[in-house]
């Protein structure tokens, strides 16, 4: 089976994730630079957060399924466990916002980015089986450096949230920012094809 169809199912929950998040944006009563702070407070900030780790996922997803020839059912399934981790963003954003980054819900954040994580992993792995041995995704990725620190900082965070929710965030941002920058390993796969 060809990545195509799974790609566009994808790239179309990827988008409607991205819509549910900016539709949950307080507009602001009034019409001074300052009414939008004292509306949105750290709902902003907090989006943003989100939509970069979105835009993330759908960055690197579109990076490892161009270095995909075949995909088998637990691929498809791996996928979808995925997506499920990345739909409850909008959720978990909104209650860690409204709460004011109260413990329970900056840890139920941190779960959420710690299950995404786990739930790509898992979609390499799945890959590599599917592929073979001579997987030009697993050549590409290697170690996987990132991808090990990943869960480590997210935990960090998710311990740090019963001291300070606020210093949580902290290990939650550094990771956002390790992965801003796309791996330079799997973009030199593509282009050499």
Do not use: C
Not at 161 to 188: H, K, T
Request: no cysteine; aromatic share 12%.
């Amino acid at each position: 089976m060809t990545t195509s169809r799974l790609e566009a199912f994808s790239d179309g929950v990827l988008a409607i994730i991205i819509t549910i998040m900016v539709l949950e944006l307080k507009t602001p009563e009034g019409h001074e630079l300052h009414d939008l702070f004292d509306t949105t407070g750290n709902s902003l900030l907090t989006y943003l957060l989100s939509f970069v780790y979105v835009g993330i996922y759908w960055n690197n997803h579109h990076h490892m399924f161009q270095l995909v020839d075949r995909i088998s059912g637990g691929v498809l399934w791996a996928n979808l466990h995925l997506l499920f981790w990345l739909s409850l963003y909008p959720f978990t954003t909104r209650w860690m916002d409204e709460s004011d980054f109260a413990r329970t819900p900056v840890v139920v954040y941190g779960v959420n980015l710690l299950g995404a994580a786990v739930a790509y992993y898992v979609l390499q792995l799945l890959i590599f089986r599917a592929e073979g041995p001579d997987s030009k995704l697993h050549q590409a990725v290697g170690s996987d450096l990132k991808g090990k620190l990943s869960p480590v900082l997210y935990l960090l965070g998710i311990g740090l949230a019963f001291v300070s929710p606020v210093l949580a965030m902290v290990p939650f941002v550094v990771v956002a920012l390790i992965w801003l920058v796309p791996d330079s390993r799997v973009e030199r796969a593509i282009a050499t094809g």
